[in-house]
């Protein structure tokens, strides 16, 4: 990317750019089609009906029936709709911490976002995010994938006792705004067998995870075992490079007890989607992004051994997650340095961004074009400026006079040294010299 | 339009092309965008907030903080959002038989949808359609706007007598899919009031019907009273052209009571908006809606003197309405004579389609490029139709011998004169010269 100076930018985050910002292939389908014909999904369109062929080769034989729409979140209310009228219930059980989407009934169905607005439905169920690495059951357990299910079948009878009736599990395939999680491999197959039996359907988001972008497979639910197939699968930015288009795929039957039109998708729309899945073939980006993938959480964990603050480093192909902590013994998110490490990414010309609870997981979900140098070059700097910052502070607002410096000097032994003490601080105390530097201001 | 086989059709009902289907100038600046950068609107971009300045300099002043978005439906979405957050109530008031999107939260307030599915919810309240041709107050009633409007109050009156509270008014500025209904001016004036003094706010779904469509104004609810302004405008189709994109207008108050990032619109959402506007501008095609739909309206007039099956043709500018009613007395909606009219001008290469509640009503909404030669042809063509059917005659399935045609005698007297009246009659008969033409089949 380049800002308005032409100063260029490594993007580490832009998974929507999938195939590579302004892809010419992409940008030339796009303007060949619109300047033949762009109008809705009610007339029949060969574009239409070969994207959802092409599509169709991708996924398990079984998800054979796509509806087109312009976003991801569209996607999901379509998929949310689709459950409850298969099923004839009206629940949804998600994981803590999910985002699916910007409308009503999506915000409704993701912690994330209900915890700051309206709270939560009484027919949302929420289920414990299957983080091995903090979250009830770790690395350490022995069967985690089992025992993380266990959590939504027991969140399943409980919904049932109260005499609610399931109608969809939601997930990210990948959880991303969680964390950039990684689910433990066979965790979706239990879960989707006690879902299927309190009558509901599995949904699986795809909308940030999907399209290759795994490396090993070209979807991201795929990782859960080769045999697992979900009954609705939802996806979306990635799928467009940019263009506004979505797509829910689902089965026969799901799609048989639904009769409806006048959605989204248009011969443009197709043939920018028919163009990126060109592009992935082409330029064989789905190895690219294993490959590169596996390089750059080599170098990552190198950093590990030198950085007591990079607690985990998670993810598979193009997606990656840099888990920032106080210390391992309690794993305490390191929120202001995954902040303050971000921000000095981007002036060294780096666009990189948190996620988590805690907002200290630096996320990786670049383009797939990303490259080995730029793999080499982000982790460069990001050594370097973990190296500039050995003394990560927290941050202290409003200070007022020697009181306060005083308590930073309790909690934070190696401030004493800064001969600034009766300044503001603002971040983290940078500097290999133990000198202070731009994060500290005079007092306002 | 052309077919796959070039055959050149004249389109009379996509809105969505407001400008014409792939104008140049809009091709050429998605283009040109495309090329350089398509990215979410996370990231500041001249041109997301050229397109709010210009779009506001055509909205009443307070009408100043804009929402982009991907589809109509996302705005309305949004709408929905605000007013409640705006509000801190959570119940809409709608108009019988509206559509306003297709996402779980719109079915929700669109009763031409939730009839069919979910039923209606207690949340939602539905106010007559200000339908003065059809509704219980016509064009005899002295104040039909005020008539109506007291319909709304009552509605908003029993809702809060139930302990419900009003978050909004929802409308489309003219309803389309309620049968292209003109609501007499000052309706909605009056019910802004009804709603607001319950604490409610006034949504104007522009959707269909904005952007110069209507010709003497810009909005259609502009239509409504020089001095009248909505608490939230939405828009979608016609802004783009065709691209993805819709917006949502606010006043600040409503916006300061809601924060919320990551919506949709892009640079390249907003440079193919800003092309629209460009065309409009240039083209004059606001002026040339107001006189090509002054000229359509008056032929067809001509018409309704011959053909009594034409009960009312009402609209403004290229939103026109034409209401087929089996007899002036009941007006009861001639339903398979609209839809038989619609397949017969396709025949002719003409593309047009039905709305209301009665689906009788033949509906006009072309590209605004729409021209009076092209005007001249559609009524030239749909007079032949007219008059070479006569006798429109009743579907009738399933028929089974003697007795059931012995019934169509009595009740169609003239189809006595048809020598085939052993047949199954699919539609309607047609032939100046008695005879049976291509709707009728032999027997099954």
Sequence with gaps: MYDEEGTEYIDCINNVAHVGHCHPLVVQAAHEQNQVLNTNSRYLHDNIVDYAQRLSETLP??????????????????ALRLARQYTGHWDVVVLDHAYHGHLSSLIDISPYKFRDLDGQKEWVHVAPLPDTYRGPYREDHPNP??????????????????????AAFFAESLPSVGGQIVPPAGYFPEVAEHVRRAGGVFVADEIQVGFGRVGRHFWAFQLQGEDFVPDIVTMGKSIGNGHPVACVATTQAVARAFEATGFGGSPVSC????????????????????S????????????????????DIRGVGLFIGVDL????????????????????LKENHILLSTDGPGKN???????????????????????????????????????????RCSKVLQTHATLGQCPHWGWRLRGILTGADNSVQQDVFPPS
């Design 61 to 78: 034989e079984k998800l054979c029936v796509f509806y087109f729409l312009n976003s991801g979140s569209e996607a999901n209310d379509l």
């Design 145 to 166: 994938a089992v025992a993380y299910a266990s959590e939504v079948k027991r969140v399943v009878s409980s919904a049932q006792e109260k005499g609610r009736k399931i």
């Design 271 to 290: 043939a920018v989607g028919l163009a990126v899945l060109d592009v992935l073939e082409k330029e064989q980006l789905q190895a690219h992004a294993a």
């Design 292 to 311: 590169v993938g596996s390089f750059l959480m080599e170098l990552l964990g190198q950093q590990k051994a030198k950085h007591p603050i990079l607690g």
């Design 325 to 344: 902590i106080k210390d391992e013994a309690t794993r305490m998110p390191a929120t202001e340095e995954a902040d303050y490490v971000v921000s000095r």
């Design 361 to 403: 997981v630096l996320k990786f979900k670049p383009p797939m074009c990303f490259t080995l140098d730029n793999a080499r070059l982000v982790v460069a700097k990001l050594d370097a400026i973990l190296t500039g910052s050995h003394r990560l502070h927290q941050k202290v607002e409003n200070p007022t006079g020697e009181d």
